[in-house]
């Protein structure tokens, strides 16, 4: 795995923000910038778990939020790769990896940072994809 960053300012409030990225229909929007048809299962509350899952081939990933501080911060442990639609496991893909999403306002503007552990196989397409996912929260964000 390696540990990739990004960041962006979004002129929103991390309320905004925050529901941007978690409000089921936006967050099918820009999830599908990084894997196409991506939609998650769960409520987010620590403790619990998420499933990440491709409506369009099935495979996804069952993580447990380890830390939610509602607007501020969250942080996933990836449990467990899946498909099926998350009701068979598969090949350790993103198994042991975290992913976080830290947000702080000033003025008005919001500054999204994530951080999370991507197979390295996979860099170069992140590195093209979360950008372009990152610009489509803030267009979504600041509408």
């Given at each position: 795995?390696?540990?990739?960053?990004?960041?962006?300012?979004?002129?929103?409030?991390?309320?905004?923000?925050?529901?941007?990225?978690?409000?089921?229909d936006t967050f099918?929007?820009?999830?599908?910038?990084?894997?196409?048809?991506?939609?998650?299962v769960g409520e987010?509350?620590?403790?619990?778990?998420?499933?990440?899952?491709?409506?369009?081939?099935?495979?996804?990933?069952?993580?447990?939020?380890?830390?939610?501080?509602?607007?501020?911060?969250?942080?996933?442990?990836?449990?467990?790769?899946?498909?099926?639609?998350?009701?068979?496991?598969?090949?350790?893909?993103?198994?042991?990896?975290?992913?976080?999403?830290?947000?702080?306002?000033?003025?008005?503007?919001?500054?999204?940072?994530?951080?999370?552990?991507?197979?390295?196989?996979?860099?170069?397409?992140?590195?093209?994809?979360?950008?372009?996912?990152?610009?489509?929260?803030?267009?979504?964000s600041e509408t």
């Amino acid at each position: 795995m390696k540990e990739l960053q990004y960041s962006i300012e979004i002129n929103a409030s991390k309320e905004i923000v925050w529901n941007t990225l978690w409000e089921d229909d936006t967050f099918r929007d820009w999830a599908n910038f990084i894997d196409e048809g991506t939609y998650m299962v769960g409520e987010m509350t620590e403790g619990g778990n998420v499933q990440y899952i491709s409506s369009v081939n099935g495979y996804g990933v069952t993580s447990k939020i380890v830390k939610l501080i509602p607007f501020e911060t969250v942080l996933f442990s990836h449990m467990s790769d899946t498909k099926e639609s998350g009701t068979e496991v598969r090949e350790d893909e993103w198994t042991g990896g975290t992913e976080s999403y830290f947000l702080s306002e000033t003025d008005g503007v919001t500054t999204l940072t994530v951080k999370m552990d991507v197979p390295i196989d996979l860099e170069e397409i992140f590195n093209i994809r979360f950008p372009m996912a990152l610009d489509r929260i803030k267009a979504l964000s600041e509408t």
